[in-house]
């Protein structure tokens, strides 16, 4: 049976524009599922969107995830960009970014949970 291994990471408003490592996807895996919790409400009154990637290309795995919509609690859960083996010889970071348009938030947090299988 293949190990099903968990990232999470916890980012708040005050992350904008930074590339956040996540964490470290071991070798001969594959993302599973992505899913983003909203414990607080992003309160921008533009789109805060979140990219879930690698370095380089930070919405390989994820593009646009709409955090501004999501309320406190609420649960959202993204399919990950078919990607297969993420690498069969080396360990691959995952990055996290926060963009927006318009004013930035005051207040938001969400955790981002990745599920992955290595093989």
Known sequence: MSPI???AKNITYSDY?????????PPNSIINAISVQVPTAFNAPGTDLLQIGISGDT?????NTE???????ATVTRTAASRGVIS????TD???EITHSGTSASA???????ECIQL
């Open 108 to 114: 938001g947090s969400a955790y981002v949970i990745i």
């Open 94 to 96: 995952v990055y996290l």
């Open 88 to 91: 069969a010889t080396a360990s």
């Open 5 to 7: 291994l968990t990232i």
């Open 59 to 63: 919405d390989y795995f994820a593009a």
């Open 67 to 73: 955090l501004a919509t999501a309320t406190s609690g």
């Open 17 to 25: 524009g930074s590339d956040i490592l996540a964490g470290t996807i």
